[in-house]
T-cell receptor, first 113, second 116 residues
Framework: KAGVTQTPRYLIKTRGQQVTLSCSPI?????VSWYQQTPGQGLQFLFE???????NKGNFPGRFSGRQFSNSRSEMNVSTLELGDSALYLC????????????FGSGTRLTVV | AQKITQTQPGMFVQEKEAVTLDCTYD???????LFWYKQPSSGEMIFLIY??????QNATEGRYSLNFQKARKSANLVISASQLGDSAMYFC?????????????FGAGTTVTVRA
């Protein structure tokens, strides 16, 4: 069974630009979460979507946004990029129910120059 | 306040030996779940083991076991018979309010290096 697919794997952008990252969850998983990982701040929760609705949002500025489509695929967008947005962005999908672990993708490594 | 604390930034372990990775957590919610993930240098987070707050038994998955001490709010991961492929970063994570909150709070991680 296919895992969580994130595209692209690597991305280099310039300050002020915007970027869109994509995540395709495991088939049947309707919950998709996004996390930012940096050496300084560690892993931080961005937002979580279920059935096209944002259920939870982390403490990030409005430049970070996301959406989920009817096929559960999700995108996150960062506008007006800053150098501090350089990070590994991880997407995770999950089945409903407390016992299910979140399956993560390999991440998109974003570098802002 | 930090929800998940991992006090060991890095550890070395000899191949075939066991290693214990510490994790303490902070929550006032009676319903929570604790997870351990492995992150190799490739970046992907690999789910290892889960412990629910109401579980009576400690979780085990192959060579991984979780030493859950609820009163002390600790959830240490034990890796038995270490292998070279176990070299990676290990993260402890918690999800609170299991009925409707799918957010994971992560610790800072522990880097494990297995020596031959």
């Amino acid at each position: 069974k296919a895992g969580v697919t994130q595209t692209p794997r690597y991305l280099i952008k310039t300050r002020g630009q915007q970027v869109t990252l994509s995540c395709s969850p495991i088939s049947g998983h309707r919950s998709v979460s996004w996390y930012q990982q940096t050496p300084g701040q560690g892993l931080q929760f961005l937002f979580e979507y279920f059935s096209e609705t944002q259920r939870n949002k982390g403490n990030f500025p409005g430049r970070f946004s996301g959406r989920q489509f009817s096929n559960s695929r999700s995108e996150m967008n960062v506008s007006t990029l800053e150098l501090g947005d350089s990070a590994l962005y991880l997407c995770a999908s999950s089945l409903e129910g407390e016992r299910y672990g979140y399956t993560f993708g390999s991440g998109t490594r974003l570098t802002v120059v | 306040a930090q929800k998940i604390t991992q006090t060991q930034p890095g550890m070395f372990v000899q191949e075939k030996e066991a290693v214990t990775l510490d994790c303490t957590y902070d929550t006032s919610d009676p319903s929570y779940g604790l997870f351990w993930y492995k992150q190799p240098s490739s970046g992907e987070m690999i789910f290892l083991i889960y412990q629910g707050s109401y579980d009576q038994q400690n979780a085990t998955e192959g060579r991984y076991s979780l030493n859950f001490q609820k009163a002390r709010k600790s959830a240490n991961l034990v890796i038995s018979a270490s292998q070279l492929g176990d070299s990676a970063m290990y993260f402890c994570a918690m999800r609170e309010g299991l009925s409707n909150d799918y957010k994971l709070s992560f610790g800072a991680g522990t880097t494990v290096t297995v020596r031959a």
